[in-house]
Nanobody
Framework: VQLQASGGGLVQAGGSLGLSCVASGRTFSSSTVAWFRQAPGKEREFVAALFRRAGTPFYADSVKGRFTVSRDNAKNAAYLQMNSLKPEDTAIYYC???????????????????WGQGTLVTVSS
């Protein structure tokens, strides 16, 4: 599976941005799909995920209520809608997918086998 993330850009604080992640090579409709981010000088951190086909959503506390993760299996794509953006949301955002991780590992980057290349989100104050 190859993942292609897009949609990043520059936005003012309080604004919105939507990210997309399109998979190619095979379907990932049964996979867990997730978004992570990495700010300069910091470790990669979990943002949001949909667990397997059932799509149970998980969110980091820092984005809960502001971000929404979704997927469109017909398009083999996942999305991250980001509202009420804050300067601390500035980071490179990565999409990831995995077929076999267990729910307790959903927030762990090393649990994911497939990664997109990242898209930069910059939120100005």
């Amino acid at each position: 599976v190859q993942l292609q993330a897009s949609g990043g850009g520059l936005v003012q604080a309080g604004g919105s941005l939507g990210l997309s992640c399109v998979a190619s090579g095979r379907t990932f409709s049964s996979s867990t799909v997730a978004w992570f981010r990495q700010a300069p000088g910091k470790e990669r951190e979990f943002v949001a995920a949909l667990f397997r086909r059932a799509g149970t959503p998980f969110y980091a506390d820092s984005v809960k209520g502001r971000f929404t993760v979704s997927r469109d299996n017909a398009k083999n794509a996942a999305y991250l809608q980001m509202n009420s953006l804050k300067p601390e949301d500035t980071a490179i955002y990565y999409c990831a997918a995995d077929d076999s991780l267990i729910q307790s590992s959903i927030r762990t980057p090393r649990a994911y086998d497939y990664w997109g290349q990242g898209t930069l989100v910059t939120v100005s104050s």
